[in-house]
């Protein structure tokens, strides 16, 4: 039988050993002092528990033992007639009924089987009636998991679960995600054979060699990256494009904007650019031509009745475009704080799915960066995308008259499905007249 | 750095304390002469005299109430209740009227107190020397409760509540006060209260803990290891105010969090965790939000083996993890 070292006081918890008082061999009455103890608090004889004969002392002199170690063998008179150890509570047979794990949850909630962890900690039978248990085949998907697949667009359907149950685990996910798999729904690719030409050299995987040129170097995709490669192929295949530029007489904003951007920057304590007044002009033109607000749906087309404008932003993983809701019921301060806000996020990489769903028409400032006409490609699956380009001061004719003029390019590139040129030329039409007419007078509040 | 206990890293924080600020004294039960039953004040009496230790009467509704008119008169008293389980008699004066005083006179008065007391089990203690106290503490707002585990973060956040000018309930696990050891640094330093610490980094499951049972949870993550689950370990040590940002930036990390508390489960600070996920993070869970605490049975038993069924220990947490960790 094993000795151990007992527990003396609350909050001792080790003793050093001391002068062992019998040794080896030697026939040990039940209470004989075996060994001196020494803690912190107390220097003590230990008695023996036990009647029998000193089999092993295991804790030298001066070794120091937590309480609970073991520190001799004793051959107990018990041990001779029947070997039992100490733990056998044969006496004590708990009734059939509170043999089954109460565990933690006691009294409170007698009737709730423990759930999983939340038990004494023992292991739960997987057949036993836990809510949800007895769902059969029907398939759930955890909200960790269907957010992450719908921000990389990715068909639950083809991944395999390794969680209870067959579950698809957060980390089966990401495994799936970080494979060589792009994130491409081939039906859709399948389903345009007939269109164009285009989708034949459509590949859903890399056709490279896999063995590089000394002079090459392998990128790996981002799932940043994967989404936005997914995301251009659909808008480049299946949606037929054209492109529409006309040119805008900015110098009214341009006045303006010189005029009060100080104090709106003390005011508001945000910058205000020629974004708001764009994403206002917009808003406008898309209430007055709404077709340039829809989705193409295969034999029908939606009109959305909310305004909710993308702004393409590079953040640092890449093309992200998040977006303002209603921005049909924001002023120009309204918007600058909005622009604000969503392009600080996308910038530090703070995004949330809620920031990035629900787009309908997607505005993008290719001008920041000095192009003076661009060719977007519409956001998928909306209607139009219109770009500002770089306001640049050129001579203009005016009234039959050489005059400098702040003069800034919008691109449009829609679907031709939806939109013909008509509406097309109408809505940069609307959008380059409202920008023309703004003066010291608009209102920014 | 110098390796101490927890027990001497409370020692030491206080002893500065009072060094360098002359309004900070300490009061309570057997604290003066006798240096604390855990020997927490041993040597104070000799260093700062008998105005600054007292020595009081076996009463903890006035020992609390006392260092409260001493607080709002301009002391910082950091009176010791013996054990947490007497702790109760200073209700009325605590969360009654310490914890209103800031609010209720519109900031003109404030109570710089602290009340510390050694509390929680796993000692043979039973009834009267075993339980945990700081839900019903951590209910209330006005007050703060630190909850450390170790040397480092009990020295930091006490020498903090100290400083601090309104009341702190401060409780530390008996157990640790020499089970534990660890660096703490000789130089001056204060940890902020209200933040806790990643003790451990991990990616598949995270357990949000405090007190002693961190020590068991940070080996429980070292045995899930070789079943190839990796285990995030965040030590809140401050229950109130929790460290929101911190709970759900771990909970979006790992999506399966496990709560991990000596105090019986229902109605306690596991509760409020997993409210604050599930109301903040759902879209991140990946798993139900899970606690593991103490049991619905009103005291902490006295013989060892039911004692030891109502303690959690490492290897009832690992079964837990392991739990999570296949949903």
């Known amino acids: 039988m094993k000795i151990e070292l007992p527990q003396v006081g609350e909050s001792v918890t080790e003793g050093i050993i001391g002068k062992w008082l019998v040794a080896v061999g030697d026939k040990i009455e039940k209470y004989d002092p075996l060994v001196e103890v020494v803690t912190d608090k107390v220097a003590m004889e230990l008695p023996s528990p036990v009647a029998g004969t000193l089999r092993e002392i295991i804790a030298v002199e001066g070794e120091t033992i937590p309480m609970g170690g073991v520190i001799a063998d004793i051959e107990s008179e018990n041990e001779k007639a029947a070997p039992t150890t100490e733990d056998n509570p044969a006496d004590l047979e708990p009734s059939s009924e509170q043999d089954k794990e109460i565990g933690t949850t006691g009294i409170l909630l007698k009737d709730v089987a423990p759930v999983g962890p939340t038990g004494s900690g023992g292991i739960i039978d997987s057949a036993s009636s836990i809510k949800g248990q007895n769902r059969g085949s029907r398939v759930i998907y955890s909200p960790a998991v269907t ?68 002079d090459e170097e392998k990128i790996t995709l981002s799932p940043v990256r994967k989404m936005i490669a997914s995301n251009m192929v659909k808008s480049a295949t299946l949606i037929p494009q054209a492109w529409s530029l006309v040119e ?63 702004i393409a932003v590079a953040a640092p993983d890449g093309l992200v475009v998040p977006v303002i809701e209603n921005a049909d019921t924001l002023s120009i301060s309204g918007l600058a704080h909005k622009l604000d806000y969503l392009t600080t996020r996308a910038r530090e990489g703070t995004l949330t799915v809620s920031d990035v769903q629900s787009g309908t028409f997607t505005v993008n400032n290719t001008g920041a960066l000095g192009s003076i006409a661009s060719q977007p490609l519409v956001n998928y699956p909306q209607a139009g995308i219109i770009t500002t380009e770089a306001i640049v001061k050129r001579p203009v004719v005016v009234n039959d008259a050489i005059a400098i003029r702040s003069m800034m390019n919008i691109c449009l590139s829609f679907d031709h499905r939806i939109i013909d040129g008509e509406h097309a030329s109408g809505f940069n039409r609307s959008v380059k007249d409202q920008l023309e007419s703004i003066n010291l007078n608009t209102q920014i509040y | 750095m110098t390796i101490k206990t927890v027990l001497e890293a409370v020692h030491d924080a206080m002893q500065e304390e009072m ?69 109760w008699p200073t209700i009325n004066q605590i969360v009654g009227e310490a914890a209103k005083v800031r609010y209720g006179t519109q900031g003109k008065l404030n109570a710089p107190m602290v009340l510390r007391a050694p509390h929680g089990g796993g000692v043979r203690g039973a009834l009267y020397h075993s339980q945990s106290v700081e839900a019903f503490f951590a209910h209330t707002p006005g007050l703060k409760v630190i909850t450390p585990s170790t040397p480092y973060d009990a020295k930091g956040l006490l020498k903090s509540a100290i400083r601090d000018d309104d009341p702190v309930i401060f409780l530390e696990h008996k157990r640790t006060y020499r089970l534990v050891k660890g660096e703490v640094p000789d130089a001056e330093y204060t940890l902020p209260i209200g933040k806790a610490d990643l003790k451990r980094e991990g990616s598949d499951v995270t357990i949000i803990t405090y007190g002693l049972m961190l020590h068991h949870c940070l080996e429980a993550a070292e045995t899930v290891e070789m079943d190839d689950i990796d285990v995030e370990v965040l030590d809140l040590r401050t229950v109130r105010p929790l460290d929101i940002d911190a709970i759900l930036e771990t909970t ?50 006295f013989a060892p083996p039911l004692e030891e069924m109502y303690m959690i220990d490492s290897e009832k947490i690992a079964n837990s993890v392991r739990q999570l960790a296949e949903y």
């Open chain 1, 248 to 310: 805008v007489d900015v110098s009214g904003l341009v006045e303006l904007r010189n005029k009060v951007k100080d104090d709106f920057q003390k005011r508001e304590k945000v910058n205000l650019t020629y974004l708001p007044f764009v994403l206002k002009a917009v808003s406008e033109s898309l209430k007055e031509i709404p077709l340039l607000n829809s989705s193409w749906n295969e034999d029908s087309i939606i009109l959305k009745h909310q305004i909710n404008l993308g």
């Open chain 2, 19 to 87: 060094r360098r600020d002359k309004t900070v004294f300490v009061m309570g039960e057997d604290i003066g002469a006798r240096g604390g039953v855990f020997l927490a004040t041993e040597g104070f009496l000799q260093e700062f005299g008998e105005d600054r230790v007292i020595d009081t009467p076996l009463a903890e509704s006035s020992i609390a109430g006392v260092a409260l008119g001493a607080a709002m008169h301009g002391m910082r008293p950091i009176a010791e209740i013996e054990f947490g389980d007497f702790i």
């Open chain 1, 147 to 214: 957010r992450l697949a719908e921000i990389h667009d990715i068909n639950l359907e083809m991944v395999t679960g390794t969680g209870r149950n067959g579950r698809v685990t957060k980390k089966d996910l990401q495994n799936f995600i970080d494979s060589e798999k792009t994130s491409v729904d081939s039906k859709s690719i399948d389903q345009d054979d007939k269109k164009s030409s285009n989708t034949d050299s459509v590949r859903t995987e890399g056709t490279y060699p896999n063995v590089l040129a000394n």
């Open chain 2, 252 to 301: 979006k990390k790992t999506g399966k969090v496990l709560i991990v508390h000596e105090d019986n489960k229902a109605l306690g600070v596991g509760a409020e965790v997993s409210a604050i996920i599930s109301e903040n993070a759902f879209e991140y869970l990946d798993g139900p939000v899970s606690r593991l605490a103490g049991p619905e049975i009103p005291a902490m038993p």
